[in-house]
């Protein structure tokens, strides 16, 4: 802002802003992997895409020490398989309807969630969020 005036949010963490676009740029990359082996290793090839998905978004919430990471990784997830659940010009889809492919895209939208509202850890010597204690 000009006239001396600070900035609304304080200031920007470049840092932060690029671990995030990183961490997004990590859940693209496993939502594409797990797309791709949910369905050619099933039922295991499912359950090694949402681990994978709940490490990064997790690893990313702890990494950060905020919610920001979790939702970049997810997000990150997000548009990698959604671009990928669009037919193609030939009318081919990569991700098939089935069992398999709904418990994935639901169950890596329920992490993904789950992840990015994880309450914060407590700060060393603060206290806690409850009233009256």
Partial sequence: ?????PMPFGRVKWGRVA?????ALLGLV????????QAGWFPGG????LLALTGVCYGGATLTRSRAGAASAGAGWLVAVVYLSLNRPEGDYLLGAGLGTYVYLLGGMIVAVMCATVPK????????????K
């Fill in 30 to 37: 496993t939502g594409v992997a797990g797309s791709l082996v």
């Fill in 121 to 132: 850890a407590v700060q060393p010597g603060g206290f806690t969020a409850r009233l009256g």
């Fill in 46 to 49: 499912l359950l090694l895409a």
């Fill in 1 to 5: 802002m000009t006239g001396g005036q």
């Fill in 19 to 23: 671990l995030c676009l990183g961490l």
